[in-house]
């Protein structure tokens, strides 16, 4: 079956979203299953194994994706230096998990990481396979085999929650996971494939992910270390609503980004020896990006009561004022969110090292700060946190590419109707509502739906770019008119 471009990202947009379908059904069930300590254990455990699977992969995947001559004997020796590395850290957090559960002052952790270690002994016989998949663009295999492992690891998480599992509900679940995509990657595995152990060239395919990979571990260690120190200092179930608040500030990243992330870098490489077209796709990515993040967080804000009851329900309302300062930091969010990508494809992947080294040591610092105060202030050291990255990305990009801040001001010029025609009708229909509407779920259907035609209104006013891309889905969809 021939791939093209489209072809690819649409089944990468249409696989996203089903997975998101099957996560958003799962988080509303589990929240009310599980108690903000459940979720607050989870988080802490969760973050060492989020760091370890940085160190298990340190751009080996990316490494076969890029490969323009990959062979049998590269493949073979990739996959054995994935396989020593997971069974490495697999090991590793399985002899530690008594550490981390001392360090958290919570014992549930130790069993929590026990379980979850097993995942790592299992999970390079499939992202290997899965890797091939996204290299030859066969992103209708990857969606059906991504779809079914969270279907069934959601049945398993909620089965096992309402059995009484609690937070170990969420290790069943994403073991589950892990051994679906491990059996069915199997069957679809690319004809003459073999993953014998090898170590041919292991020094120079090693060396290929060191930089991207130091600057993932970076990146996720900041993470892992702001539910840490929010964990101690704060508490565990300090750390639950921390983490629901930013999982709703997440949700833009988890709509927008992660439903085209696996196309990303490829497209922006295309042009990666013409300069002009280089920057031109990436300016057309931020007005993109711009036009869909601020309205969001627009919305978000506005209505972040209606917004954490209907995801959470009543138990998480102190996550609420959480969620409103997090929302300023989505000012900041787009202009960045391709920045790594593009230094990458230009073939300066040092610079995006160089951003994730400033940027995330001031958010360590602003964030061991704020621990000792509260979590309010924990969320304004993130907005410091994204605007110091605005800044330096504006300063290499300037720097390395010619693209200037006042180009990147325009397009947020360019996103601005949106954002009017989306919030104030939104506004008028929220006020129109109150004391008349009861039903949260229908409320918050109502205030959805005025400000996606409100969207839609503002983009087409405004002729923004994006507006043509509608047109084109819309000509493909509609069948021609047959003449009379």
């Known amino acids: 079956m021939a791939i093209t471009t489209r072809s690819a990202i649409a089944f990468s947009v249409t696989g996203r979203y089903l997975v998101l379908a099957l996560q958003f059904i799962s988080t509303m069930l589990l929240a009310r299953l599980l108690t903000p300590e459940d979720i607050g254990i989870y988080s802490a455990g969760f973050s060492i194994v989020a760091l370890a699977h940085l160190f298990r992969d340190f751009g080996l995947n990316q490494y076969i994706i890029q490969e323009k001559e990959l062979n049998e004997a590269k493949l073979r020796t990739t996959f054995t230096l994935s396989l020593i590395i997971a069974w490495s850290l697999g090991a590793l957090i399985f002899l530690l998990a008594g550490t981390a559960a001392s360090f958290f002052k919570e014992s549930g952790v130790e069993q929590l990481l026990r379980l979850i270690s097993f995942n790592f002994f299992i999970i390079p016989f499939g992202s290997v396979t899965m890797a091939l998949l996204r290299k030859e663009l066969r992103f209708h295999i990857t969606t059906f085999i991504s779809s079914i492992a969270v279907l069934l690891g959601v049945i398993v998480a909620v089965w096992t929650a309402y059995e009484g599992a609690q937070y170990l509900c969420l290790a069943y679940g994403a073991i ?46 900041s993470t892992s270390a702001t539910d840490a120190l ?108 391709f920045a790594e990508n593009l230094f990458i494809a230009y073939g300066k992947p040092d610079i995006t090292l160089k951003v994730q080294i400033i940027s995330n040591s001031i958010k360590l610092l602003l964030i061991l700060m704020a621990s000792f105060h509260s979590l309010e202030a924990v969320c304004m050291a993130l907005v410091g946190y994204f605007f ?12 390395t590419l010619n693209i200037s801040f006042l180009s990147i001001l325009i397009l947020c010029k360019q996103a601005l109707p949106c954002l009017l025609t989306m919030t104030v009708p939104t506004i008028i229909a929220g006020q129109l509502m109150e004391g008349n509407v009861e039903n949260i779920y229908f409320h918050f259907f109502i205030l959805t739906m005025t400000a996606a035609i409100g969207w839609l209104f503002g983009l087409g006013i405004s ?22």
Do not use: M
Not at 243 to 270: D, K
Not at 389 to 399: H, L, T
Not at 463 to 484: A, G, M
């Open 388 to 399: 110091t990255r605005v800044v330096a990305v504006s300063f290499y990009a300037n720097k």
């Open 230 to 337: 929010v964990a101690r200092l704060l508490g565990i179930t300090a750390l639950g609503f921390f983490s629901r608040a930013y999982g709703a500030f997440s949700i833009f990243n988890n709509l927008f980004y992660g439903s085209i992330q696996p196309t990303i870098l490829p497209l922006l490489s295309r042009n990666n020896k013409d300069v002009t077209k280089l920057t031109n796709g990436y300016l057309k990515a931020v007005a993109y990006s711009l036009v869909f993040a601020w309205p969001f967080f627009s919305f978000l804000y506005l209505y972040t009561f209606e917004t954490i009851r209907v995801l959470y329900g009543t138990q998480w309302d102190s996550a609420i004022p959480l969620v409103k300062i997090l929302c300023v930091a989505g000012i900041f969010l787009p202009i960045t969110l």
């Open 176 to 221: 589950t996971e892990t051994s679906s995509v491990v059996l069915l990657s199997y069957f679809f595995r690319p004809k003459g494939t073999r993953l014998a152990p090898s170590l041919v060239g292991a020094k120079q395919i090693f060396r290929f992910g060191s930089i991207i990979g130091v600057g993932n571990i970076i990146t996720q260690f």
């Open 463 to 484: 002729n923004h770019p994006f507006y043509e891309e509608i047109k084109i889905i819309f000509r493909r969809f509609t069948p021609n008119k047959s003449p009379l």
